[in-house]
């Protein structure tokens, strides 16, 4: 249907909906029904069946499977199946993790969804935008995202960037009204607006008239099927070092079948052991379980309130050394309310806590009869007209939707005993220029009931005294003269000097029947009527969340729009700035070059009256002096700089789709404290992933020497292929996964933040792999010539005793891999997962050695209690001997 020919009434008696009520749930259940979620169709996902097989490409399962099948042939059956065991095992422990690391990411998915607003009984509430369906009535603001092809009803402003449907990236100016009966295109439909497209300025309604494929980028969803890849750099390095390691494998595995044939062994056994030892020594398993790692480290991050948009961000965190916060509602309360009111040089209080619209007036310390003062009578009904929260009582607690600022305007007018429905009746507004950052205003055109019109505006009192020219004094109409200026400028200061943010009143009176073409026209030629000054109350959790990004070497500067004074007093109180730090504010900021801001940036720990367009030149002035960056956002100006930050931070309840899209960290809570949990998470997901790197390269270094070492000395083969599998399958699933798992160490945030150069085998991490690799090997290999020396007629007695050691070895180091330092440094048994994953780990090695129906299947024997002594003993070796050299280091 030709929506955009239609009248507003027509749209909605063809939708069946109701423009003031919305639908009921009862529509809505038949409609998700009838017309399916508002989503796009994705490409084919891969079947469960297909995940599956695709653990045995890998090269080297292939050559085990092509060697099985030859000792099959060759008669040696229970050792085929056994391997064949074996490798079906590991396949369903990476199909698993695979699966995992998939659910992960479609549970972040689905948590970073677009929100819209919608009308539905009577009542506006938040949900996903999947669940759109025809006939909804959806509002919407500037930084929002358009979530469904729309009918406009209502426009204040509006303006939609659609360039992603008609590739002009000049934003487009919408209307109501229906437009005539021809083949307009997507750009020319004026009263309409389209899924996926932006607002940039403004606000208004509309009636859903498509979803889904049935929208316009619907039927050009193929633009939208290019995944974006979720490989981190990490994974990239890991996914190269493991081309390296397949290389020295192979030679380290052909130079073991070689020796062996030339000692005289078997030309099919020595393939196989080369074949099986290749296997273990590969860490096939390696991406799997770092996606595993990062997946779970982001879902640990979600219960904290942060959801990571990015993967690539969980490293960047760790590498993070400045983080730039909005001040408002991330480093406070973001529960404005209105303390003190200021006109004509006198000042009123006003009590009550948070959005309770209880509360007195006082002049000094007398209470008043509001009433009875026509500028606080003004300022209080002009702050509710020139206003778009709500306020909504839930139980016994009022909560504000909308700007927490117009909140507290709109308690305050409450509290004075105004109501906006009173309000609306007596006073129409005409006309409205919506707030932007960069006016850093907002004004409505009211008319009263004998038909005169009034502009009325609110905004920053130093720009709003910039735009007037008289002042309300004791109720009369004065000239703004140079002496009046600097009164009010000290009333400014007195209140932000109190920590309280101000907004400033005015008006003016236009000719009845005028139709003023824009902000600029509407906001001259002012009246200054008064100031509000209102607390907001810094977090309590966040001063400690600063001392310990401190700790950690992490500055954390504060960026607001507020009063310098006010900034400075709420910047102390949270321990941001010192004696030391410096404060720049807005207009110094303007009249610097970037390159004079990189020479002071360093000593800046507060920039106040800035708008969101300088948090650009903040960031790129840091970034040029070697840091790190986080920078926070919520509007549609922000997004620059949120994506030009190394860590790009958007707020989950204020930000808008702009702010959210542009970001690699969203915070639900909106909350500072939640930016240095995901810092310390993002750490710590670093860490263990370097933890079971340490950890599976060891061990494999470990397994290939043994069996080098004993080549070399025209020795017997220590282990059997088969055994070889077992103790890949043991010791590098389970554990490996648990260490992924770890808690953070105690001083992970006393550390300085990690480069981003950094490579994988940085701060004596491939040492630490050669040196417990080579000890794992040795200690095996003299498990086994010990046990063989005592009886060499019996050579599996002695392959038992050697298996049992280096699977020992490698379990008793997979504690040691916990902490950089030492296994003497933490609680061994601080990690349930790891202490289950080792039991289970032991339990399933002396079942082979233990049950008979397995012994000849992995050619062992059991094992004298007398002998687990020695092999106790020698597994134990690698791990303490180097954790008595820490210690001796550690005394001297």
Known sequence: MKYHEMNT???????????????????????????????????????????????????????????????????????????????????????????????????????????????????????????????????????DRIGADLRLIDVKSLEIEESALTGESLPVSKMTDELPAENLGIGDMANMAFMGTMVTRGNGMGVVVGTGMKTAMGQIADLLQSAESMTTPLQRRLEQLGKILIVTALFLTALVVIVGVIQGNDLYTMFLAGVSLAVAAIPEGLPAIVTVALSLGVQRMIKQNAIVRKLPAVETLGCASVICSDKTGTMTQNEMTVTHLWSSGQTWFVDGVGYEPRGDFY????????????????????????????????????????????????????????????????????????????????????????????????????????????????????????????????AINELASKALRTIAIGFKEIPA????????????????????????????????????????GIKTVMITGDHVITAKAIAKQLGILSNQSKVLDGPALSNMSL????????????????????????????????????MTGDGVNDAPAIKAADIGVAMGITGTDVAKESSALVLLDDNFAT???????????????????????????????????????????????????????????????????????????????????????????????????????????????????????????????????????????????RSEKSILSRNPFGNKYLVWAVILSLLMVLVVIYYPPLQPIFHTVPILASDWWIITGLAAVPTFLLAGSFLLRKTK
């Open 363 to 490: 002049h000094k310390d007398e209470r008043i009869d509001v009433h009875n003062e026509k500028a606080l009578q003004q300022m209080l009904m002009f702050g509710m007209l020139c206003n778009h929260a709500e306020l909504i009582q839930k139980k016994k607690e009022y909560i504000v939707d909308g700007d927490p600022t117009e909140g507290a305007l709109l308690v305050a007018a409450i509290k004075a005993g105004y109501n906006r429905a009173d309000l609306l009746n007596e006073f129409s507004i005409v006309q409205e220029f919506p707030f932007d950052s960069t006016r850093k205003m907002m004004s409505v055109i009211i008319k009263d009931p004998n038909g005169r019109q009034f502009v009325v505006t609110k905004g920053a009192p130093d720009i709003l005294v910039g735009k007037s020219e008289a002042i309300l004094w004791n109720g009369k109409k004065q000239l703004l003269s140079q002496d009046a200026k600097q009164t009010v400028q000290s």
């Open 9 to 143: 009434k027509e749209v909605e008696e063809a939708l069946n909906t109701d423009l003031s009520s919305g639908l009921s749930s009862a529509d809505v259940k038949q409609r998700l029904k009838q017309y399916g979620h508002n989503e796009l169709e994705e490409g084919e996902k891969q079947s469960a069946w297909l995940l599956f097989f695709s653990q045995f490409k890998d090269f080297m399962v292939l050559v085990l499977l092509a060697a099985t099948l030859i000792s099959g042939f060759l008669g040696e059956y229970i050792d085929a199946i056994a391997i064949i065991a074996i490798v079906i095992v590991n396949a369903f422990l990476g199909f698993f993790q695979e699966i995992k690391a998939e659910k992960s990411l479609q549970a972040l998915k689905e948590l970073s969804a677009p929100q819209v607003q919608v009308l539905r009984d009577g009542q506006w509430i938040k949900i996903a935008s999947k669940e759109i369906v025809p006939g909804d009535i959806l509002k919407f603001s500037s930084g």
């Open 513 to 552: 029947q005028t139709m003023v073409l824009d902000e600029k026209e509407a906001e001259k030629s002012l009246t200054f009527i008064g100031l509000q000054g209102m607390i907001d109350p810094p977090r309590p959790e966040v001063k400690l969340a600063v001392k310990e990004c401190k700790d950690a």
């Open 675 to 817: 930016i240095k949990a995901a810092i310390k998470e993002g750490r710590n997901i670093y860490e263990n992933i370097r933890k079971f790197i340490r950890y599976l390269l060891a061990s494999n270094v470990g397994e290939i020497l043994v069996m080098l070492f004993a080549m070399l000395l025209a020795l017997p083969l220590p282990l059997v292929p088969i055994q070889i599998l077992w103790v890949n399958l043991v010791t590098d699933g389970l554990p490996a996964m648990a260490l992924g798992l770890d808690q953070p160490e105690g001083d992970v945030m006393k550390r300085k933040p990690r480069s981003p150069k950094e490579g994988v085998f940085a701060r004596g991490l491939g040492w630490k792999i050669i040196s417990r690799g080579f000890l794992i090997g040795l200690v095996t290999l003299l498990a086994f010539m010990f046990a063989y020396k005592d009886n060499p007629d019996h050579l599996e007695y002695a392959q038992t005793v050697a298996f049992a050691t280096l699977v020992l070895a490698q379990l008793i180091h997979v504690f040691d891999c």
């Open 595 to 630: 390159e004079e801001l990189e020479d002071v940036v360093e000593d800046v720990s507060v920039f106040a009256r800035v708008s969101p367009e300088h948090k650009l030149k903040i960031v790129k002035a840091l970034q040029n002096r070697g840091h790190i960056v986080a």
